[in-house]
C-alpha cells in the first residue's frame, strides 16, 4: 500500500486543522492505520491510532478530546481532524499502516507516508 498525506498548513492557536491520509493499493481496509508527528529536533511520536473496521480508536494523552481519528474505507481515506490547536501541535504529520498490527509505537507500522507539515502560530 502507498500512503499519502495531506492538510498540513499554517493556522493560528485554537484553530482547526484537518489531515488526510489517501491509500492505493491492496484492499485499505485490510490496514490498520496510525498517525505520527515529528516536531524539530525531536523523535517521532504517536498521535492516534484506528483498527482495520473503525471500530477501535486510540489517543496520545496530548491530544485526547482535541483529535479525532477516522476512516472511509470505501474512499481508502483515514482523516485527523484537529482542533483546539496549540503551538506545542507544530510538527511534520505522517500517516502509517500495516496489515498486522496497530499501536502507538513506529515499529507497529510497516507503510508509511511522506509527511504533511502543521504550524501552529500563538
Known amino acids: 500500500v502507498q500512503l499519502q498525506a495531506s492538510g498540513g498548513g499554517l493556522v493560528q492557536a485554537g484553530g482547526s486543522l484537518r489531515l488526510a491520509c489517501a491509500a492505493s493499493g491492496p484492499t485499505f481496509s485490510n490496514y490498520a492505520v496510525g498517525w505520527f508527528r515529528q516536531a524539530p529536533g525531536k523523535g517521532r511520536e504517536f498521535v492516534a491510532a484506528?483498527?482495520?473496521?473503525?471500530?477501535?480508536?486510540y489517543y496520545a494523552d496530548s491530544v485526547k478530546d482535541r483529535f479525532t481519528i477516522s476512516r472511509d474505507n470505501a474512499k481508502n481515506t483515514v482523516s485527523l481532524q484537529m482542533n483546539s490547536l496549540k503551538p506545542e501541535d507544530t510538527a511534520v504529520y505522517y500517516c502509517?499502516?500495516?496489515?498486522?498490527?496497530?499501536?502507538?509505537?513506529?515499529?507497529?507500522?510497516?507503510?508509511w507516508g511522506q509527511g504533511t507539515e502543521v504550524t501552529v502560530s500563538s
Open positions: 484506528i483498527s482495520w473496521s473503525g471500530g477501535r480508536k
Open positions: 502509517a499502516a500495516d496489515r498486522r498490527r496497530w499501536g502507538p509505537t513506529t515499529t507497529d507500522y510497516h507503510y
